[in-house]
């Protein structure tokens, strides 16, 4: 599977940003999805992952009723709405896709495939 996240910029506090992440291969529907974000200086860590079926769905604290995640297997996509974003959003933001049923936070040691990050900045 090949992962190519999309949708990163420069954006006002308050502000909004919709990610879009889409995956190659005919597998899409046997992966838990989710998305990653590094910081400067900091570790890598969990934003939000998404069911193979897109039912079920787990947020990191820090963005819950902020950011929405949703996934479209027809399509072979996943998003990472973002709302009410602040300056601590910033970072780079990674897609990964996780070949075991989760219901949880994804683990970053046991992510099969990882995407190139995109760019978050989120500044006035």
């Known amino acids: 599977v090949q992962l190519q996240a999309s949708g990163g910029g420069l954006v006002q506090p308050g502000g909004s940003l919709r990610l879009v992440c889409a995956a190659s291969?005919?597998?899409?529907?046997?992966?838990?999805m989710g998305w990653f974000r590094q910081a400067p200086g900091k570790e890598r860590e969990f934003v939000a992952s998404?069911?193979?079926?897109?039912?079920?769905?787990y947020y990191a604290d820090s963005v819950k009723g902020r950011f929405t995640i949703s996934r479209d297997n027809a399509k072979n996509t996943i998003d990472l709405r973002m709302n009410g974003l602040k300056p601590e959003d910033t970072a780079v933001y990674y897609c990964?896709?996780?070949?075991?049923?989760?219901?949880?936070?994804?683990?970053?040691?046991?992510?099969?495939?990882w995407g190139k990050g995109t760019q978050v900045t989120v500044s006035s």
């Open positions: 990964a896709a996780d070949g075991t049923p989760k219901y949880s936070a994804l683990i970053e040691s046991l992510i099969d495939y």
């Open positions: 291969g005919r597998t899409f529907t046997s992966y838990t």
């Open positions: 998404i069911s193979r079926g897109g039912g079920s769905t």
